[in-house]
């Protein structure tokens, strides 16, 4: 990259989302840090980075929830996370449950 023409981003990944990229093990507290193209947007570093396409992951920009739309600057901290309750499994798991008699619903 051209150093005029690159912008540097820190991502964090919560969720368990350091899974899907293969970063598992990543200190959320650390983040990753990426050195991406400027006008690079957030939908760009998403698909760069494989994060499964989700309306349930939501993304923040130095703390404030953006669009995936929005065009990254030097600097940015990005936040990525999934706001399911515990994903897919959480469901399923319940509606086991139910099925075994294993919770009364009430």
Known sequence: FDGNKTIRITVRLFTGLD???REVGQNPRDGIP????????LRGLAKS???PDRHSLAYFVNGKQVGLLRELQDGDEVACM???PAGDNCVMQF?????????AGK
């Not at 509606?95 to 919770?103: A, V």
């Open 49 to 51: 980075l494989g994060l």
């Open 34 to 41: 990426l050195n991406l193209r400027k006008g690079t947007r």
């Open 82 to 84: 999934d706001l399911r």
């Open 19 to 21: 899974k899907d990229i």
């Open 95 to 103: 509606e086991e449950g139910n099925m075994s008699g294993g919770y």
